[in-house]
């Protein structure tokens, strides 16, 4: 069974950390890359970071060191640590795998940035 269950989403303020975390089926867990794109409303969907299978990671720009892409193995999650949050993160957030565009979709989980 295909499975990608994103987790760790809530409103914050301006400045603040978040972790969203991805649990990963087995079955696609070596589809690389795997990743994290987000929504917001009226826009498209963009990648905002990705990671292939020897640890290589890509950020679009909006991120500038802000964010980090981690996989750990012992429980097939992909993390996203997100630091120093803009109101301007706000959207639905997508783990994703299998290409690029990804061919799996989690179900999305929400974060919301407002003072």
């Known amino acids: 069974q295909v499975q990608l269950v994103e987790s760790g989403g809530g409103v914050v303020q301006p400045g603040s950390y978040l972790r969203l975390s991805c649990a990963v089926s087995?079955?696609?867990?070596?589809?690389?890359?795997l990743g994290w794109y987000r929504q917001a409303p009226g826009k498209q969907r963009e990648l905002v970071a990705a990671?292939?299978?020897?640890?290589?990671?890509k950020y679009a720009e909006f991120v500038r060191g802000r964010f980090t892409i981690s996989r750990n193995n012992n429980n097939n999650m992909v993390i996203l640590h997100m630091y120093r949050l803009e109101p301007e993160d706000t959207a639905v957030y997508y783990c994703?795998?299998?290409?690029?565009?990804?061919?799996?979709w989690g179900q999305g989980t929400q974060v919301t940035v407002s003072s």
């Open positions: 087995e079955s696609i867990l070596n589809l690389y890359p």
């Open positions: 994703s795998a299998g290409g690029v565009p990804p061919h799996y």
């Open positions: 990671i292939w299978r020897l640890g290589v990671t």
